[in-house]
């Protein structure tokens, strides 16, 4: 584990962090003024941005959920983890599966310097957080070896990660690489921006972070797909996050209605 003070005085307070601009609109505190500044610009041409925050995170505790009850595996590797908001992945799987290994992945300083929380797991599970860049997937698949099998089965889950690298700059390859170092019945879990139904929303979005330095890609259905080849979509397919198996959920606040400008899936390695 690498030591959290030299991160903490990495972390730039001058620009917004799409991972604490994510915080704010969870209703979360670890962010600064300049993040809820962006948030609450985006917010006002969006105004459904904060609920599609809220959503992706119901989606992967849903997907969390059907991996440990249905399909019965027991090892998570989450890229692009970002700050904690509990419940997170580690709680959900352990609640159901005590002996769950979760391995968190992110190379923000201000996740690093809350890994501390990340690390509260169970007992007879593992929760470890690795430092790692999702642009060098080859270097976090040889970190998380150390508490995970990658000769069994694996749940790989880059959420809301992908609309933050483009095609030219190695999104497919990323996900090439995680997928081809898996075992036969391990998933892959993605939710990403798309422009299908809100496309003006989306537009001045993707403008607003771009005024703040930050990439974002909004991708088709058609699009979305191509990061699922060779796997087993589980039904109900690619769909936007709200819509995606609602009926696995538990106690947690509803979906509000309507659709979410995130695709979201799973796909199964055979």
């Known amino acids: ?23 704010w609109f969870l209703g979360g505190k670890d962010n600064y003024p300049v993040d809820e500044e962006l948030g609450r610009q985006i917010a006002s041409i969006n105004g459904q941005a ?8 119901r989606f992967m505790q849903r997907t969390t959920r059907l991996l440990v009850q249905e399909t019965g595996i027991r090892q998570f590797l989450d890229i692009g983890s970002g700050i904690p908001t509990e419940p997170n992945l580690h709680q959900i799987a352990q ?6 290994r979760v391995v968190y992945a992110d190379n923000d300083p201000i996740v690093l310097a809350h890994a501390a929380a990340l690390l509260r797991g169970t007992p007879e599970g593992v929760t470890q957080y690795v430092q790692g860049d999702a642009r060098e ?13 990658f000769g069994r089965p694996v749940a790989v889950s880059l959420n809301a990660l992908l609309h933050f690298i483009a095609d030219e700059d190695g999104a497919h390859d990323l996900v090439d690489t995680l997928v081809d170092a898996l075992a036969p019945g391990s998933c892959l879990v993605l939710s990403a921006m798309t422009a299908d139904f809100e496309p003006e929303n989306v537009r001045r979005g993707i403008a607003a972070y771009a005024a703040s330095g930050v990439t974002l890609v909004a991708r088709s259905h058609a699009e979305m797909s191509r990061f699922f080849k060779g796997l087993d ?7 936007s996050v709200s819509d995606w198996r609602p009926d696995l959920a538990t106690d947690e606040t509803p979906d509000e209605d309507g659709l979410v400008s995130l695709y979201g899936g799973v796909g199964l390695k055979r």
Do not use: C
Request: avoid cysteine; hydrophobic fraction near 40%.
């Open 50 to 57: 904060p609920r599609q925050a809220r959503a992706n995170r």
């Open 95 to 100: 609640s159901f599966a005590p002996d769950a």
């Open 137 to 149: 997937p080859r270097e976090i698949l040889e970190r998380a070896a150390a508490a995970l099998d």
């Open 1 to 23: 584990m690498t030591a959290t003070e030299p991160a903490a005085q990495r972390i730039d307070t001058s620009r917004p962090h799409p991972a604490r601009v994510y915080d």
């Open 233 to 239: 979509v589980l039904e109900p397919g690619i769909v």
